[in-house]
Structure formats: C-alpha cells, structure tokens
C-alpha cells in the first residue's frame, strides 16, 4: 500500500533538485534521495592551503566575532549535500562547485590542529571538521537548513555525528 503525503520545499532545494535530477520525475527523484539517506546542510569552509590568503585583520575579526555572535573562519559559503559514497559542495546560488568521494577522504575529525588553531583563528565554541585528503584538509561548519531569525539556525552548529556515522559506513555500490 503507497500513500500519497504533500510537501512544501524552499525554492533554493528545488533547484538543487531540479539541476541534478535530469529526466528523472522531481517526485521520483526526492523519494530516491530520501531512500539513499543523503541530506542537505548549509556550510561554510576553508582549504588548508587557503591559510596563507587570509589576512591577520581577517583572523583576529573572526576570531572575535567566532559564534555564537558571528561566523567561524571560512572563505566559502553555500552548501553541502551528503550522498551515498559522496559529499557535493554547492555555492549559495547552489551551483555545483567540488565534489568529493568517499574514498578519497583519508579522515575526518572534529577539533583544532596546526593550521587551523584555537585562539588565533577561532575563539567560539564550535571546532571545525577536518575533511583530510591526500593533499590537503578542508575545515568545514555545517547546520541544518532552518527558519531563519532570532536563535532560529544562526548557529554553524555542526551536523558532526551524521557526518561521521556516514564516513564510517561502507561504500554503497
């Protein structure tokens, strides 16, 4: 027995929707997304190698106004979709920028290290995800896609625990 259930999604997810699903019907395509567990946060993040570009006055500002006041230390803004065996990075006008595969990632940890460093780049309370790859790291924030306003998903809170349950999993073929 299938029951029909009406959704409302923002306009930004349908054109992320409506960009990746190709013929496929949008009703269709969401139901095999939420069948294959993928999800969908809003991100901001830094390379390892971008370090050298980021100015001291940038580092103490963000270091100052780190959350819960401001944002962490990034450079890019937009968002993360997680999926089977991958993690796809979109910008905010959610144009496909990086796509990166499960089995290129040789870590994933939670905390502060040589690069990114408690005090200097950040004084909040959140540490960043380290995505470690063969050549290089990517710090990441994430948060879930929320209503906006007071107290309502103004925090990169991190989305850690899902992030890394699906790291952890095997490969889906």
């Not at 009703?27 to 991100?43: D, M, P, Q």
């Not at 050298?52 to 993360?80: C, M």
Request: no cysteine.
């Amino acid at each position: 027995m299938t029951q029909k259930i009406s959704i409302s999604l923002d306009e930004n997810i349908v054109k992320l929707i409506d960009m990746d699903r190709g013929d496929i019907p949008r009703s269709r395509y969401i139901e095999n997304v939420i069948k294959s567990t993928g999800f969908l946060l809003e991100a901001l993040w830094l390379f390892s190698d971008e370090f050298d570009n980021i100015s001291g006055f940038d580092r103490w500002v963000s270091a100052h106004t780190s959350q819960p006041v401001g944002k962490p230390l990034h450079k890019h803004e937009g968002y993360l979709s997680i999926t089977g065996n991958s993690m796809h990075f979109y910008n905010k006008n959610m144009e496909p920028l990086y796509i990166v595969k499960k089995e290129t990632i040789v870590g994933l940890t939670v905390g502060y290290d040589e690069f990114f460093r408690r005090f200097r780049d950040s004084r909040g309370f959140i540490p960043p995800m380290k995505v470690t790859l063969q050549n290089k790291s990517i710090y990441m924030y994430t948060k879930t896609l929320e209503r906006r306003g007071i107290r309502k998903g103004n925090v990169f809170r991190g989305e850690n625990e899902a992030i890394l349950t699906w790291f952890q999993n095997p490969l889906e073929s």
